[in-house]
């Protein structure tokens, strides 16, 4: 079995990705990985060439900052990636620069990529999703943030990274368009990997999250909507959340340095729950049930 690794990246040292972190965290389960590196302000460059295995193949790419239509720009660049994989391999395991794989997970992933190698109606396997907020010693505790997504997929390239590149579906042809990217194809039959993805994108000191904020909105939004909506402050108000509860567990160990250069302070109470009736039901309804009402799912789960 062989398993390619790809991702993307541009200004992390800019915007303090942990993508040296994210990449070093799948090279166990992979073969090869391939770094997608965008043309950046910083160092970004020399960041990835400075890791230490010669599994990584870097592409450089120029990034469109014309393409503004629901992050569409994201996707077109995450496919640069993924159509560089070698085309011998199996499986794809796709990690955003600031996601990361447990290390206690990789033997659970290994064999839930062999199990389904040959079963061809498996298209990709979901992973749970542990979303930190404000600190890494929080982790965010409603609805409003996505709970699974695929990130192992086949090295099929009727496979592309849809709409913002959160997740994948599959076309009939090799070359959808633009609208298509945001609006069709067929969602993935897909098995539970039996792991979870480690997400640190909103764990920054406050003025780099605004920054980085400021610049991402911009991918979504067109200029009209930027000057009007993006608030002009220096800092990302961590206090704004609907509900957060503490992180008792252990960290991906590549983690570690990162998490004790933590240079701001964040706390949270965590019986506050700043949530709207309808939200507070649905809560109620899945703490007791696991079924999350209205959940949107990008995938089959079979």
């Given at each position: 079995m062989k398993?390619?690794g790809?991702?993307i990246?541009?200004?992390?040292v800019?915007?303090?990705?942990?993508?040296v972190e994210?990449?070093?965290?799948?090279?166990p389960?992979?073969?090869?990985?391939?770094?997608?590196?965008?043309n950046?302000?910083?160092?970004?460059?020399e960041?990835?060439?400075?890791?230490?295995?010669p599994?990584?193949?870097?592409?450089e790419?120029?990034?469109?900052?014309s393409?503004?239509?629901?992050?569409?720009?994201l996707a077109k660049?995450?496919?640069k990636?993924?159509d560089?994989?070698s085309?011998?391999?199996?499986w794809?395991?796709y990690?955003?620069?600031?996601?990361?794989?447990?290390?206690?997970?990789i033997p659970?992933?290994?064999a839930s990529?062999q199990?389904w190698k040959?079963?061809?109606?498996?298209?990709?396997?979901?992973f749970e999703?542990?979303?930190?907020y404000g600190?890494y010693a929080?982790?965010?505790?409603?609805r409003?943030?996505?709970r699974r997504?695929?990130?192992?997929i086949?090295?099929?390239k009727?496979i592309r990274?849809?709409?913002?590149a959160?997740?994948f579906r599959?076309?009939n042809?090799l070359?959808?368009?633009?609208?298509?990217l945001l609006?069709g194809?067929?969602?993935l039959?897909?098995k539970?990997?039996?792991?979870?993805?480690?997400?640190?994108g909103?764990?920054k000191?406050p003025i780099v999250?605004q920054?980085?904020?400021s610049?991402?909105?911009?991918?979504?939004h067109?200029k009209?909507?930027?000057?009007?909506n993006l608030?002009?402050t220096s800092?990302?108000?961590?206090t704004?959340v609907?509900a957060l509860k503490k992180f008792?567990?252990?960290?991906?160990?590549?983690?570690?340095?990162?998490?004790?250069?933590?240079d701001?302070k964040?706390?949270?109470d965590?019986?506050k729950?700043n949530?709207s009736p309808?939200?507070?039901?649905?809560?109620?309804?899945?703490?007791?049930?696991?079924?999350?009402?209205?959940?949107?799912?990008?995938?089959?789960?079979?």
């Open positions: 398993v390619s790809f991702t990246i541009r200004n992390a800019k915007y303090d990705f942990p993508v994210s990449i070093c965290s799948i090279l389960l992979c073969d090869e990985v391939i770094v997608g590196v965008g950046s302000e910083d160092s970004t460059l960041l990835i060439r400075n890791i230490q295995s599994k990584i193949k870097i592409i790419s120029i990034w469109d900052d393409v503004r239509k629901g992050g569409l720009l660049e995450t496919n990636a993924f560089a994989v085309a011998d391999s199996d794809v395991i990690i955003q620069a600031d996601e990361l794989i447990h290390e206690k997970d659970v992933i290994k990529m199990q040959d079963a061809e109606k498996v298209e990709g396997l979901l999703y542990k979303h930190f600190s929080f982790l965010e505790d409603s409003l943030w996505y997504e695929i990130r192992i086949r090295n099929d009727h990274s849809f709409r913002d959160q997740g599959i076309y042809h070359h959808p368009t633009d609208d298509e609006n194809g067929h969602k039959s897909v539970h990997s039996g792991a979870s993805i480690y997400h640190y909103w764990v000191n999250q920054n980085k904020r610049t991402f909105y911009k991918l979504w067109e009209d909507s930027v000057e009007k608030k002009d800092e990302y108000d961590y704004v609907c008792d567990d252990a960290h991906p160990a590549v983690m570690l340095d990162r998490i004790k250069k933590q701001w964040f706390d949270f965590t019986n729950k949530l309808r939200e507070s039901i649905v809560r109620f309804i899945e703490l007791k049930t696991g079924w999350r009402p209205g959940e949107y799912k990008n995938y089959k789960l079979i």
